[in-house]
């Protein structure tokens, strides 16, 4: 089987080289890592972090994911829901 050298990012199917969709993941922080993953999952419920992010996409779910986290430390432990 032939490599492909390019790569669809599946989140805004954008073609990019295949480094570019799965590289920066796999540098992230693991707990960093793991929150965006829930974060994209919640989002596309399908997606895995095999199938690779490109870059921007990755910022911008991992943006929305420290923003939550940050929401929820903030928040009072006797606040009323």
Request: glycine share 8%.
């Given at each position: 089987m032939i490599p492909f050298p390019e790569s669809i990012?599946?989140?805004c199917s954008q073609v990019f080289a295949r480094e570019l969709v799965h590289e920066h993941i796999s540098l992230e922080h693991p707990r960093l890592r793991n929150r965006t993953?829930?974060?994209i999952q919640a989002y596309h419920p399908g997606?895995?972090?095999?199938h690779g992010a490109c870059?921007?996409?990755?910022r911008s779910y991992r943006?929305?994911?420290r923003f939550l986290y940050m929401m929820k430390i903030?928040?009072?432990?006797?606040?009323v829901s």
């Open positions: 990012c599946p989140l993953i829930k974060v997606w895995v972090e095999d870059g921007a996409c990755w943006d929305a994911g903030a928040r009072p432990q006797n606040a």
